[in-house]
């Protein structure tokens, strides 16, 4: 399973590192994802969601 949250399809991004001289080497800007016990029709599951779907409101927490 990838890492991507759950709610907005948010997932890592790739790129370029890039150094003094402009060498290039791929990198990767992950995602602020958090594994969290969640409610998906009334069953409990962990799912990764990131921090702004947690913030908003967009999830229910299963206790």
Known sequence: MSRK????EKKSKSG???SHSNRKTKRLWLA????VNILIDGKKSKEYVCTKCLKAGKVKKAL
Request: with cysteine.
């Open 32 to 35: 602020n994802l958090q594994k």
């Open 16 to 18: 370029n590192n890039v």
């Open 5 to 8: 949250c759950i709610v907005c």
